[in-house]
């Protein structure tokens, strides 16, 4: 009987969970699901991640190539992200162009890495107004179970720390740059923007971590994201039901612990990667 | 769209007045100042493809906006950017309803140099394929001045139609399809905020049953952290970080929110306390707008 009030009533469903503070898959209304990271599994990329969110799973894939640095800022590199949701990851998207919700999230992707300066686009520069690098960020959504902007942002963290650009130098007389694969940097990595993402139900409750589920029920979602400082680089609302300026400071509470425990999880990680 | 009678009479050409609220002081503090409310003046337009007998076009309406309060007039124009301390202003905005003859609903909003014009269509019929079975449909398509439209438009669709859903009662008009459409005249800082305003305007016009109304406000920090509100396109490039909020005009609720660059938490929460006092205006010059244009006056 259960299993078909579900299908029948989701909402209503829901909301008897809801009541008792908790939810379904019997977690807190505060609770992350668990998240787990795996580094620089990709052979042939520069640098990757993989990274999952309970049933999320989103891989990140970076290729650093050459290309010609705009012309207005002739000192900068390129980052470009790309996050492609796939008819693997979930029935709701068609193969062919970028969905409306894949473009989003690229388009968020775009923006936390503008507004934290997560990479000095400087670095990225070999020589002012003829070279530089850029890094296609490829985000592969495998499974999506909702909340999707966190993982990816999670993953092209991961990814980023994991990027190892190799040496370049340009040759006077040739004029060609010539790369020496063997003598590899990581990039300098500035801030560490961590998102964290709430649904809202009912105009009142806020929920963190929503699974696919939860995002379809509720009234609106809310993605904080926050760096180191508690500085915040982007505060996502697209619409949905309003907030007050207090329940606006419980996400922000929320978001810093959520910062803590991820920048720990990446420490480990990234720790019991050194001796390479 | 016949719902007005014409408005006979009165000579055409009247006095565009400038208008501006001014909130606050040097150190920024949400309780608004010095608001300076003007007299409305009410000019009429032919519609667009005219007519030899411009003013008797029935519902047209052209509205100028213009607040004031008391006494204190600042310096007027906010074209050049003002000195960073006698506090914030919004700046000199219009709106324009019924203008386009197709749409159910359309606005103009110009606030300062930047323009935006909207059109709604619905509610109408929807393909098989989108309909959703006990809500209206909301479509919103934003086009930009010159190009295609790319990704960043299509983020600002969405944040524009999550907004506009969360407003409008789709549950009154199932199985339909409501469309918005933003076209972009001229972008001079505060677009998202522009658009958002037009969108409301126009799904006001097209009658469109809103559980509420929803302004766009646009605050800007600069790198020593005084804010401006309604920033220009100038004032957008060099700030620090740039924050747009829409805000509900029935408890001033954050409806949406978009932020560009980095800020503390404090910050925020000053922007936001700004945001909803500068919305105070909007709601206000909004409902003297609608009020000159069905009043017998």
């Known amino acids: 009987f259960l299993m078909s009030f579900r299908t029948v009533e989701p909402l209503e469903y829901y909301r008897r969970f809801l009541k008792e503070n908790c939810r379904p898959d019997g977690r807190e209304l505060g609770e992350f699901r668990t998240t787990t990271v795996n580094v620089g599994s990709i052979g042939t990329a520069d640098g990757s991640s993989l990274v999952k969110l309970g049933n999320t799973t989103v891989i990140c894939g970076i290729k650093a190539e ?55 686009k400087e670095d990225l520069c070999i020589s002012s107004g003829k070279l530089a690098w850029v890094l296609y960020c490829d985000l592969i959504c495998l499974n999506h179970d909702g909340n999707i902007l966190d993982a990816c942002t999670f993953a092209l963290l991961a990814a980023l720390k994991n990027v190892q650009l190799p040496e370049v130098t340009i040759n006077e007389e040739t004029a060609l740059a010539e790369v020496n694969l063997k003598k590899k940097s990581y990039l300098n990595i500035r801030t560490h923007p961590v998102a964290t993402s709430f649904a809202v139900f009912d105009d009142t409750l806020l929920i963190v971590d929503p699974t696919e589920e939860e995002e379809h029920l509720a009234t609106g979602t809310l993605t904080v994201v926050m760096d180191e400082e508690g500085k915040l680089c982007c505060l996502h609302k697209p619409g949905g039901s309003g907030l007050t300026g207090a329940k606006l400071q419980d996400c922000m509470s929320r978001a810093v612990t959520r910062h803590k425990e991820v920048k720990k999880l990446m420490d480990e990680v990234f720790k019991s990667m050194k001796p390479k | 769209m016949a719902f007005l009678d014409f408005r006979g009479g009165s000579g055409r050409v009247q006095i565009v007045s400038k208008r501006r609220a001014t909130c606050g002081r040097h150190s920024w503090s949400p309780r608004v100042g010095a608001c300076v409310l003007r007299t409305h003046l009410v000019r009429k337009r032919a519609l667009l493809g005219g007519s030899n007998k411009p003013r008797l076009h029935v519902g047209s309406r052209a509205m100028e906006g213009a607040m004031q309060t008391e006494s204190k007039i600042r310096a007027d124009s906010r074209t050049e950017p003002g000195p960073r301390g006698p506090g914030c202003s919004l700046r000199h905005f219009a709106c324009e309803q019924n203008l386009l003859s197709r749409p159910d609903g359309s606005a103009s909003f110009l606030q300062g140099d930047t323009s935006v014009l909207a059109g709604v269509y619905g509610p109408a019929e929807v393909k098989i394929s989108k309909e959703i079975f006990n809500k209206a449909t909301l479509e919103v398509i934003l086009r930009p001045k010159t190009g295609l439209p790319g990704v960043a438009e299509k983020s600002r669709e969405r944040l524009i139609r999550n907004t506009c859903e969360a407003v409008v009662l789709g549950a009154l008009h199932p199985r339909t399809s409501i469309t918005v459409v933003l076209q972009v005249v001229s972008d001079a800082g505060s677009l998202l905020a522009c658009c958002l305003n037009a969108a409301c305007m126009a799904l006001v016009d097209a009658g469109v049953p809103m559980r509420a109304l929803f302004c766009g406000v646009t605050c800007a920090l600069d790198s020593d952290g005084t804010l401006m509100l309604d920033p220009t396109a100038k004032q957008e490039k060099e700030a620090r970080a740039v924050l747009t909020f829409a805000l509900d005009s029935v408890e001033r609720k954050l409806l949406m929110s978009t932020t560009k660059g980095l800020y503390s938490d404090a910050e925020l929460q000053q922007c ?15 409902r003297e707008s609608l009020q000159r244009r069905y009043s017998k006056s």
């Open chain 1, 66 to 120: 050459f290309g010609a640095p705009p012309t207005d800022a002739p000192d900068k590199g390129y980052v470009v992200p790309n996050v492609d949701l796939s008819p693997l990851c979930s029935w709701r998207f068609r193969s062919g162009p970028p969905g409306e919700e894949a473009q989003v999230a690229s388009q968020f992707i775009a923006d936390v890495i503008e507004n934290s300066q997560i990479i000095q």
């Open chain 2, 272 to 286: 936001l306390a700004a945001a909803q006092t500068a919305s105070t205006h909007v709601f206000r010059f909004y």
